[in-house]
């Protein structure tokens, strides 16, 4: 029985050693340079790298991995997991070297892990040697472009000696509603929650050879946990082929994720709900004609609210080029969970719940509430008030909390968070749950997620989800842009708490502002029965998000009291 990843890409590399484990497309086309690597070679590259890094006697420290998209990465991150080495998978410097947020986040990363050693590739070496001044930190680590370690080091690998409980990396957390915190996911962790996402996405044997191994398609971002437990590791766990291409190529032209998932054939592929949003703005005749999506049987969806409109609109839309309604998979997952905790049956479709007839947005589509299934064998979800420490029954809101091998070990050198966030515990019910401060309630056993602790707004002693009153923004007018709208409330003096709507909106719109304003303060009037305390339109792309793609109210609060959100009228920030 495996005892780790590592385990599975030895038995894989000795079984297939030519098969194919990714597949890199350099310039986003399926038509383009291609790269790829096979097991055989995965496993001696990532040999190399464990043991440059066991003969500097790294074992057991922590090693951060700065790498553009590309093959490079895996290796490096199994050559940690193969030597005993804490990866920490981090965002290379990119762009403008003196991006300040960008810079803000390494330093914070590189002090909070104490990392001793920093991988990348040599373009990313010499971008950090150009932001030494800004990163004196840098001093005192050993720093190497892993392309450099020779293959003949993989003679002097050394097995490490691994258990379920010994840390694999440390996935620190977007900070949609916090400071990053580092997750201590174990090589137990991994094994289950791969497990889990074999048995929840229908990956079988007979599967596998059906699809002749050709398992994912993929262009998230390797460094967030949703790109790498799915697409990456998954394989590994598998021994399946995953092809690979840039996020940014992806941005670029959406167009190109439809054509690799119809060249390729793959089982499995997806995204956040902005991924779907924005092929269906790319969705024109001449690329329907040249799409075959026949294949495609599971297209997850998750790490921000899952969208019915989005769904219907997905289907409706890529129906002629084979997409099929039953193949839309809305999930659920979490880094202190290692990734998945809910998924659908494939190949149902999603479940739907209508909003009550009396609700803000009866009738409308948006408004339905999206499934996002039920949990993978052996985790155990419930939905509990956490003040009085009690379960709440069926249908009933209250905070999501989770229980299971795949709960992540807690948070790196932070026993108190770790305390208040992995040690809940219900009255009457033994064992401790994972507090994820996220809201829903179950049905039939599904999960239904409604939104975020944290941004539940308390207006004149009611609550109102923030979500609530985005949804209802975005509806209010054509121009505004879905999933890209923050509603929070701020002090308004002897009003008290007031909300404030910060929405991106498109170009064309500009001479509708004043119009788009008053029809957003209308729809929140009526809908929820609340005077708004302001409306900021602003440019597209320029409202805080995670790198999964949340939407980060706190951060849009903080920078609308600070006055630095970019309006439209006015210049757009860089």
Known sequence: MARSLVDLLTAHASRQPDRTAYRYLVTGDCDGEIQDI???????????????????????????????????????????????????????????????????????????????????????MAALAGTAEHLPELAGITRVATEDIPDEAAGSWREPDLTADSVAFLQYTSGSTSAPRGVMVTHGNLLDNERIITERMGHTPEVIEEYGHELFVSWLPVYHDMGLIGPVLNAVHLGVTATFFSPLHFLQRPERWLNAVSHYGPHTSGGPNFAYELCLKHATPELLDGLDLSRWRVAFNGAEPVRAATLSRFTETFAAAGFRREALYPCYGLAEATLIVTGGSVPAPPTLVESAGTGPHAGATDAVAVGSGRPGPGTTVVIADPERQEELPEGEVGEIWVAGASVAKGYWRNALATRQTFRAALRNREGHFLRTGDLGFLRDGELFVTGRLKDLMVIDGRNHHPQDLELSAEMSHWALRPGCTAAFSVDAGEEGERPVLVAETAPEALGESEKIVDLIRGAIGEAHGLPVRDVVLIHPGTIPKTSSGKIQRRATRTAYLDGTLSPVGAPARS
């Open 38 to 124: 096979s097991y055989g070679r995965l496993a001696e590259r990532s040999r190399a790298v464990a043991a440059w890094l066991q003969e500097r006697g790294l074992a057991g420290s922590r090693a951060m991995l700065l790498y553009p998209p590309g093959l490079e990465f895996m290796s490096a991150y199994l050559g940690c997991l193969s030597a005993g080495v804490v990866a920490v998978p981090g965002v290379p410097p990119q762009g403008r070297s003196q991006n300040h947020r960008a810079l803000l986040r390494t330093r914070r990363l590189m002090a909070d892990a104490d990392v001793r050693v920093i991988l990348g590739g040599r373009d990313v």
